[in-house]
């Protein structure tokens, strides 16, 4: 599977999109990571609060940047399209915040790994599921 995802990164049908569904998910990435040592180090949140603030914050940017440009050919134009996609990603993500906090819980519980490198393996793993429900329902590819 994974080696079927890096080879349909560079070949495929959907290729260029997916390179930049991935481009903006590690922008969003970076973003989570840095709030979310924010919210836990500067401003005493739990990490698992703290995820779940940083996560819905980079939900929306992700949804700016990826009607913007990653699927910039079927992009929610117009106010109510835009808002309409902005709830789809939403009802997505927010499906797989559940996946991407039990990784993490579990990486920092169990393998007492650091919450920031534990929640960058969660982002990673439930990124494809984001990308398969959000292309195909969000912006309907």
Known sequence: MIRSFLRS????PFAR??????IVGAVAAGVQLVLLWAFVDSAGLHYLLGAL???EIT???SYVLNNAWTFQRSQNTGTVDYLVGLLKTNVVRGTAIPIQIAVLFSIVEWAHAPYLVANGIAI????VYRY????RWTWGT
């Open 53 to 55: 603030l940083a996560i």
């Open 59 to 61: 939900i929306v940017l």
């Open 17 to 22: 999109q997916l390179r930049r569904f991935v």
């Open 9 to 12: 990164l560079h070949d495929g």
């Open 124 to 127: 990673v793993l439930s990124g």
């Open 132 to 135: 398969v429900l959000d292309a």
